[in-house]
């Protein structure tokens, strides 16, 4: 089954179970499109901006270390409440192996921070490096972030999740990072930028190895730069939100 697929379902279900939450996503979606946000955020072609970030276990990772060893790719995720992200996580660490076999690295990066980052990486136990965005410095950086709107964060309250808490902003600030996968060569230039407003929309793990293949042909340099691709889809306004 695909990515898009098991996402499919859990969409499915959500709406099943919530037509509150689905309206309530609807109005978000329309609001994202509608902000151009994918048309600002990092473009392939572009320089990736070095990062250094804590992990897990309190280690930081630094983006020229990992490129480095070899291309990068970047997965930016909501966060561990999310299910559409945790299946998306899931279906990465089935690929893993395959990413690393073309010598590339993977990083998940979230603005969950503290325990509610370790267990991101504990509960779809996950075998790659999951870093924490705090302050989600980088997300802005990349273009991918937005606050989250009243109604949405009422609706959050109700559900019992507090994005605040989760990821450690004493001020109460809630913002979130579109989703979004880049790939990125050796020299940090983006070579595949896949941004989307829809939540229920990844990047298929299959795409990913087929776009390291292609840096790969090019050669032990990761490529002149000839490889540019770049998917930034506005999105649909049919999206929800279930407590994972």
Same mark, same amino acid.
């Given at each position: 089954? *695909?990515? #898009? ?57 630094? *983006? ?40 590339? *690295? ?25 870093? *924490? ?23 959050? #309250? #109700?559900?019992?999740? &507090? ?21 990125? &060569? ?15 929309? #990844? ?25 540019? &691709? ?15």
């Amino acid at each position: 089954m *695909s990515l #898009r697929d098991k996402l499919d379902e859990r969409w499915r279900r959500m709406c099943e179970r919530s037509p509150e939450v689905r309206q309530a996503y609807d109005a978000l979606v329309q609001m994202l499109v509608a902000s151009g946000l994918t048309e600002t955020s990092l473009k392939a072609g572009e320089r990736m901006p070095d990062f250094d970030l804590p992990n897990v276990e309190g280690r930081f990772v630094a *983006s020229p270390a990992l490129l480095e060893r070899g291309p990068l790719v970047v997965s930016f995720f909501r966060g561990g409440w999310c299910p559409f992200c945790t299946t998306e996580l899931t279906a990465l660490q089935q690929t893993v192996t395959d990413i690393e076999a073309r010598g590339a *690295s993977l990083v998940a990066i979230t603005p969950d921070t503290g325990a509610a980052l370790a267990a991101a990486k504990r509960d779809n136990a996950l075998g790659y490096e999951v870093l *924490s965005d705090v302050d989600l410095g980088l997300g802005l950086q990349f273009g991918l972030v937005f606050r989250v709107p009243d109604a949405i964060r009422d609706l959050y #309250r #109700r559900l019992d999740l &507090d994005l605040g808490a989760r990821h450690g902003n004493a001020h109460d600030v809630w913002l979130l990072p579109i989703p979004a996968t880049y790939i990125v &060569d050796r020299r940090g230039v983006v070579r595949h930028a896949e941004v989307d407003c829809d939540f229920r929309r #990844r990047m298929e793990p299959a795409l990913v190895v087929r776009v390291l293949d292609g840096l790969r042909a090019e050669g032990p340099s990761g490529g002149d730069g000839k490889l540019v &691709d770049e998917i930034a889809r506005p999105g649909q306004p049919d999206e929800g939100v279930e407590r994972g």
